[in-house]
C-alpha cells in the first residue's frame, strides 16, 4: 500500500487532484493495535486545489465503522467514525512561518512535499478521533455503571484535537 500511497502535494492541488476510494480496516496497521478487531473499511476522500489566494490546499473526509473494545466489560463494539481536515500546503518554510490561519480558514499547515504519504495522514486523522476509553453507552453495556471508573490517562492528542475543534468553532 505504502508505495502507490505517495503523492507531490503541490502537482496534486494544481491538478485540483481527488482520490476516492474505500480502503478495509484491515490495512491500517497502527489503527488496529487500538481496536477490537480489524473487520469493516473506511471510505475516504482527498481533494486539493488552490485558494483564490493561489494558496494550496488539501481537504480529508474519511468515514465508516470500527470495532472498538469496550472498557468496562471488554466485549467489542461497533463505533462510527467521521473525520475531516483541511491543511494549508506551503511551498516553503518561509511560507509555513508566515501562514496565517485566519486568513486561508484552513486548519492546519503541512510543508510541500513530493512525496507525502497520504496513506499515513488518513490513519492518523483516524486515530486521532478515537476516544481515549471506549465505553458502550450505558444502555448497551451489560456491566452497570459504576462510580468508580478507569483511571483516565492523559492522552498526548487530546491537546490537539482540542486545538482542531477550537479552530472549526473560530472558523
Ligand atoms: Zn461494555
Redesign the pocket.
Known amino acids: 500500500m505504502s508505495e502507490q500511497a505517495r503523492i507531490d502535494c503541490l502537482a496534486f492541488a494544481q491538478d485540483s487532484g481527488v482520490l476516492e476510494s474505500v480502503v478495509a480496516v484491515r490495512d491500517f496497521t497502527r489503527l488496529c493495535e487500538s481496536l477490537a478487531d480489524s473487520t469493516g473499511e473506511i471510505h475516504y476522500r482527498i481533494e486539493a486545489g488552490l485558494k483564490k489566494s493561489g494558496c494550496a490546499f488539501m481537504r480529508l473526509e474519511a468515514s465508516g465503522q470500527l470495532q472498538l473494545q469496550?472498557q468496562?466489560?471488554m466485549?467489542a463494539?461497533g463505533w462510527y467514525v467521521a473525520t475531516s481536515s483541511h491543511v494549508f500546503v506551503a511551498h516553503d518554510e518561509a511560507e509555513l512561518d508566515a501562514w496565517d490561519r485566519q486568513a486561508e480558514g484552513l486548519e492546519e499547515a503541512v510543508l510541500a512535499d513530493s512525496q507525502f504519504d497520504w496513506f499515513a495522514w488518513l490513519e492518523d486523522e483516524i486515530l486521532l478521533t478515537l476516544p481515549i476509553a471506549p465505553?458502550?453507552l450505558a444502555d448497551a453495556?451489560?456491566?452497570p455503571d459504576q462510580p468508580l471508573l478507569p483511571v483516565r490517562r492523559p492522552n498526548p492528542f487530546a491537546a490537539l484535537a482540542t486545538l482542531k475543534q477550537q479552530h472549526k468553532l473560530k472558523s
Do not use: Y
Open positions: 469496550c468496562r466489560c466485549q463494539f465505553i458502550h453495556c451489560p456491566i
